[in-house]
């Protein structure tokens, strides 16, 4: 059983386009992070929310944390190819980080 | 440029060999862990360390070890490789202060492949 489900898994968009990116749990974590991971390489991370309702922005990216604190959300908007990457979300249970499912994002130029 | 390091990147070895990941960091991180990646998918923890001398099993069943002898190293070991074992390793490190913005630091991956 996985403990965080992301979705869509695999996204294909042109450049220019909008997209949302879901990450899923029944459980509640202290924190959320987002990572993005290019071929061959590790993920890097790209924000951490803490509070249940928080917003941050990252230029084009927009990352939400649910109020309950069980689910977040990534939003793109105007998609670059540089954007291309597999996207994962990771939630703190106070004992140990769970990485999601994954979101393998492409932007076709 | 990275501050934590693994090698070799890229490893092709005959079955039943033993072999050995190497993982440093230079951030004085107490938290390190390994993590098991096929290409494009999830990540599944492995092995974690919480400190010198401390090292548990994680999630994913695993016939590796891993030792922790010093805070900047923390090598995975495979006593007799085989095609199943065939994957990307990931190493990580991680500050007490996640819950602050300090999240996982990766390394790049070694890429194993047991033929």
């Known amino acids: 059983t996985q403990l965080l489900e992301q979705s869509p898994q695999f996204l294909s968009i042109q450049e220019g386009e909008n997209l949302t990116v879901y990450c899923n749990s029944s459980?509640?974590?202290?924190?959320l992070q987002w990572y993005r991971q290019e071929p061959g390489e590790g993920p890097v991370l790209l924000v951490t929310?803490?509070?249940?309702?928080e917003v941050k922005k990252l230029k084009r990216l927009t990352f939400q944390f649910g109020d309950a604190r069980k689910d977040s959300s990534l939003h793109i908007t105007a998609a670059q190819p540089g954007d291309t990457g597999l996207y994962l979300c990771?939630?703190?249970?106070?004992?140990?980080?769970?990485f999601g499912t994954g979101t393998s994002l492409t932007v076709i130029p | 440029e990275a501050d934590i390091y693994q090698t070799p990147r890229y490893l092709v070895i005959g079955t039943g060999k033993k072999i050995t990941l190497e993982c440093s960091q230079t951030?004085?991180?107490?938290?390190m862990y390994w993590y098991q990646q096929d290409p494009g998918m999830e990540l599944h923890l492995i092995h974690y360390?919480?400190?010198?001398?401390?090292?548990e099993k994680g999630d994913l069943s695993s016939e590796s070890t891993v030792s922790r002898i010093r805070t900047e190293h923390f090598p995975l070991t495979l006593e007799s490789a085989r095609p199943s074992h065939t994957s990307q390793y990931l190493c990580?490190?991680?500050?007490?202060?996640?819950?602050f913005g300090y999240g996982y630091t990766f390394g790049s991956g070694t890429r194993l492949t047991v033929v």
């Open positions: 990580a490190s991680s500050d007490y202060g996640v819950q």
């Open positions: 459980s509640v974590f202290s924190s």
């Open positions: 929310v803490v509070t249940g309702g």
């Open positions: 990771a939630g703190d249970t106070g004992n140990q980080f769970y």
């Open positions: 951030m004085g991180h107490d938290k």
């Open positions: 360390s919480y400190g010198v001398n401390s090292t």
